[in-house]
């Protein structure tokens, strides 16, 4: 057993983060969980959402577009496709992203399309979130 | 025989490709470092999914099935092949396209065959020759990004879903070292779970899955194709850098070895073009003398 809690993110782009942490939350597929010290072990789907990372010094929040993540013996692993740290999303590339999903779900041609619109509807529509959040707290 | 001024026409143009095949060789090995880095990045994502699905599936008292995991009776097989959108880089295009096409043949006999052509070679190859192309990407590579990766995997997997393939192969050069490569030829759907690296080390019973193993395995196969075909993408852009690299260096050898060469001749020459005007004017002078 570990004496801190660990956190990975590792993303096909490489680590993200490698760093102990006290507390992290994340956005499971059925309602966001934190997980805290001596947590059971755990293996989870991620929905898109935020992370929210929570150390002594500094909290940080990343916005993911789902995967995975395992808990075992203080270490948390999240694997997921993405994540960004809230600083550096560029808002107005996201509102753009959000504009464009929401005109592609309008046109609406087929089935799968409109399902993969979504999908960049509610990515982009977070990564937006990510940014306002971290712009009320500063 | 050459005249002295072809000649050192011919110099200069040597030198003009020289410095060409220099510079492309520069330029490839800095491509190549950076694709290998990717390469890396995406190892630890790839084995942590690898191990994951690997457990779910393969152990435990209960099995878990997947519809992406079924083998069918194979009727209708698809060739996924990965070449370079440019040339000039050795026989890194003609390899692929030579397996390619004794994969077709082998396969031609039992089932139905078609082609995902990826990269401008492979387009324009089984393009011109009347092979039934399913799909084609070309110039994906010039600024490779993961979204890409996700179209082909999208596209590949949602075939195979609605029964258009029985197989899926990948045909790709893997990234070896600079100067080699591996030509694969891969089975990529039905999907079957590699023996990941490291498994002693953890044992994945004890844990609580949440919502349930066969949800999350659903959810994991897609995400692991996905890395894979990115991965293969990487590989082979990798791998074309590399043998575009090592097949420079050679031009840049030869070109300097052809340089030498002509201006021994050229040399030859001045000095054969000197002695006859001395003798010319001694024969002269002696001519004049003997008047």
Known sequence: MNETLHLEIVTPFGTVLDEPVQSCMLPGEQGAFQVLKNHASLVSNVDIGLIK???????????????????????IRIIVESAEKAESIDAYRAQQAKERAEQRLQEDKSKVDAHRAELA?????????????????? | ??????????????????????????VAAAKMRR?????????????????????????????????????RPVEKVLLVVVTADRGLCGAFNSNIIRTTESVFTKYSQNAEVELYTIGRKASEYFGKRAYPIYKQKAGIFHGLNFERALEISRDVVSAYQSSVFDRVI??????????????REEVFLPFVAEEPENTALRDYNEY???????????????????????????ESNAA???????????????????????????????????????????????????S
């Open chain 1, 53 to 75: 990372v929570e150390r002594e010094s500094k909290n940080e929040l990343f916005a993911t577009s789902g995967g995975f993540c395992e808990v075992k013996d203080n270490v």
């Open chain 1, 121 to 138: 509807l509610k990515r982009a529509v977070n990564r937006l979130k990510a940014v306002e959040v971290i712009k009320k707290d500063h």
């Open chain 2, 1 to 26: 025989m050459a005249t002295l001024r072809e000649i050192r026409q011919r110099i200069s143009s040597v030198k003009t490709t020289q410095q060409i095949t220099k510079a492309m060789k520069m």
């Open chain 2, 35 to 71: 694709a290998q880095e990717n390469i890396l990045a995406i190892r630890p994502y790839a084995n942590e999914i690898n191990g994951l699905i690997h457990h779910i599936a393969e152990s435990g008292e209960d099995k878990f099935e997947n519809p992406l995991m079924q083998s």
């Open chain 2, 170 to 183: 990948f045909i790709y050069n893997e990234f070896k070292s600079a100067i080699a490569q591996n030509l």
């Open chain 2, 208 to 234: 609580i899955y949440e919502p349930d193993k066969q949800s999350i395995l659903n959810a994991l196969i897609p995400k692991h194709l996905n890395v894979q075909v990115w991965r293969i993408l990487l």
């Open chain 2, 240 to 290: 074309e850098q590399g043998a575009r690299m090592t097949a420079m260096d050679n031009a840049t050898e030869n070109a300097e070895e052809i340089k030498s060469k002509l201006t021994l001749y050229y040399n030859r020459a001045r000095q054969a073009a000197i002695t006859t005007e001395i003798s010319e004017i001694v024969g002269g002078a002696e001519a004049l003398k003997e």
